[in-house]
C-alpha cells in the first residue's frame, strides 16, 4: 500500500527566505506526483505535476523535484512570501486512477 | 472559468438524515472523483468514475453512493447520515479517460458537512 509522507508537518519562516518543502513515497511505481496548496476553508489548487520520466518542474517561484528511485519530492519555493502562507500537499498518482496524498505542511511566512 | 464546481458549501444534517452532493465540471474532463478531508487523516478516496457511465468504490466508500449522471455530473449521496460522515467532501476531475490518473486534477472547493 502506497504510503506519502511529508516533513516537516509545519514550517515557519521569515519573509523572503528559501525553502525546501520534503514528500517521501514508498512505492516507486508512480506515475506522476502532483503538488497542490491548499488555503484555510478553501479547496486544493493545483501547483505542479511532475509525469515519473520527468526529474523536474518550475513554476514561478517554485521549483519541485522528484527522484523516483529514491521514493522523495521536494518542492523549493524561492524568495517566499506571505501570500505564500498555506498548507502544501503532495500527492502520487498510481495504476488504479487514485490519487494517494500526504498529511501536508502548513507554511507560515512572516513579514 | 468555473472548473470543478460543488453545491452546497456548507450543510448541516441530523443523524439519519439523507443528502446528495452535487459535483460538475465544465473542463470535458473524463475522470471524477470524490474525496473526504478529515483532521490527521489526510485525504481519502470513497469513489470515482473513470468515465462516462462507470463508477468504481474507493478506499471508503461505505456510507456513500454515487452516480455519475452525465459527463459533466458526479453526484454523492448519503442514505442515513452518521456523525462519522462529518467531513469536507471534495470532488475533483482530471482529463485521464483510462489506465492510472496520468494528468493533472482539479479540485472543487468543498462541501462542509455536519452530522449532529
Known amino acids: 500500500k502506497q504510503e506519502v509522507t511529508q516533513i516537516p508537518a509545519a514550517l515557519s519562516v521569515p519573509e523572503g527566505e528559501n525553502l525546501v518543502l520534503n514528500c517521501s513515497f514508498t512505492?516507486?511505481?508512480?506515475?506522476?506526483l502532483q503538488w497542490f496548496r491548499q488555503d484555510p476553508g478553501k479547496g486544493l489548487t493545483s501547483l505542479l505535476l511532475?509525469?515519473?520520466?520527468?526529474r523536474e518542474q518550475t513554476s514561478g517561484r517554485l521549483n519541485a523535484s522528484l527522484d523516483k528511485s529514491s521514493g522523495r519530492s521536494t518542492l523549493y519555493i524561492a524568495a517566499s512570501q506571505p501570500g505564500d502562507s498555506a498548507t502544501y500537499l503532495c500527492?502520487?498518482?498510481?495504476?488504479?486512477?487514485?490519487?494517494?496524498f500526504g498529511k501536508g505542511t502548513l507554511l507560515t511566512v512572516n513579514p | 472559468n468555473a472548473g470543478v464546481t460543488q453545491t452546497p458549501k456548507f450543510q448541516v444534517l441530523k443523524t439519519g438524515q439523507s443528502m446528495t452532493l452535487q459535483c460538475a465540471q465544465d473542463?470535458?474532463?473524463?475522470?471524477m472523483y470524490w474525496y473526504r478531508q478529515d483532521p490527521g487523516m489526510g485525504l481519502r478516496l470513497i469513489y470515482y468514475?473513470?468515465?462516462?457511465?462507470?463508477?468504481d468504490k474507493g478506499e471508503v466508500p461505505n456510507g456513500y453512493n454515487v452516480s455519475r449522471l452525465n459527463k459533466r455530473e458526479f453526484s454523492l449521496r448519503l442514505e442515513s447520515a452518521a456523525p462519522s460522515q462529518t467531513s469536507v467532501y471534495f470532488c475533483?476531475?482530471?482529463?485521464?479517460?483510462?489506465?492510472?490518473?496520468?494528468?493533472?486534477?482539479?479540485f472543487g472547493q468543498g462541501t462542509r458537512l455536519t452530522v449532529v
Open positions: 475533483a476531475s482530471s482529463r485521464a479517460r483510462v489506465g492510472p490518473l496520468n494528468t493533472e486534477a482539479f
Open positions: 512505492d516507486s511505481a508512480i506515475y506522476n
Open positions: 511532475i509525469q515519473s520520466s520527468q
Open positions: 500527492a502520487v498518482a498510481g495504476s488504479n486512477y487514485k490519487l494517494t
Open positions: 473542463m470535458n474532463h473524463n475522470s
Open positions: 468514475s473513470a468515465s462516462e457511465g462507470t463508477t
